[in-house]
């Protein structure tokens, strides 16, 4: 009778982890659309905001097109939902964390909030360091080296697609003091391994600085240099994790007292 139970007792649990599942999902989705219905409005003032880098820098006489029927409403329809996800990432990641919590460690929860809370910053801070710095550098040097004779239109989709993946691409390299800080927290890799692997490290951030920079050392530079200071943060903080891996034993002592 005991045994017929058990798929009862194990069932159970699941369709309360699906339950709640399901209304985080929902709640996250419904922050994004909330978000998105204040923001449609200003569509285009968004799509304005996000071109001034470029259009700033347009020849007399030059402007933006729209080669396709429906790209003067779908483009900003597109960055206007992006950017109701951008502003609510943080309302959409507490809701991830509201459900992973209860099955975390005490020392686990202590250090959750921090990183998810200093990921959403520096990814931020990454999407403004390209919009106010590398933008202008970037749209600077391909309006100056057009051909003689040629006039330079940028189609409005092929531009938002163009910023929106430097955005992302500036935004993750932010998030290396994040990765680098739990790589040594979980004990992949130790500060004393990293700090021998500097040289490499710096010379890859280079490399990735030509592949998504113009090819001047200004603009390489410009990516490089962030990303190398944020390795160094990431070290620096790792310098204070103790025993990575320990700890996990006194967590859940520490849990099973609290819950008795």
Known sequence: ???SQDPDEQQTPLVEHLIELRSRLLKAIIAVVVVFAALYA???????????PLMALLPEGSQMIATEVASPFLAPFKLTLIVALFVAIP??????WAFIAPGLYVHEKRLAIP???????????????????VFPLLFKFFTNTAPEGVQVMTDINAYLSFVL??????????????A???LILTGAVTVQSLSSKRPYVVIGCFVVGMLLTPPDIISQTLLAGPMWLLFEVGILFGRLVRHPRGG????RQEQDDDSA
Do not use: W
């Open 1 to 3: 009778m005991s045994q």
């Open 42 to 52: 200003f569509s285009n003032q968004l799509y304005e905001f996000v071109a001034h």
């Open 91 to 96: 309302f959409v990641l507490y809701q991830a």
């Open 115 to 133: 990183i998810l809370a200093s990921s959403v910053a520096l990814f931020y801070c990454g999407a403004a360091f390209a919009y106010y710095v």
């Open 165 to 178: 993946k430097l955005f992302f691409a500036f935004g993750l390299a932010f998030e290396i003091p994040v």
């Open 180 to 182: 680098t800080f739990l």
């Open 248 to 251: 996990r034993d006194e967590s």
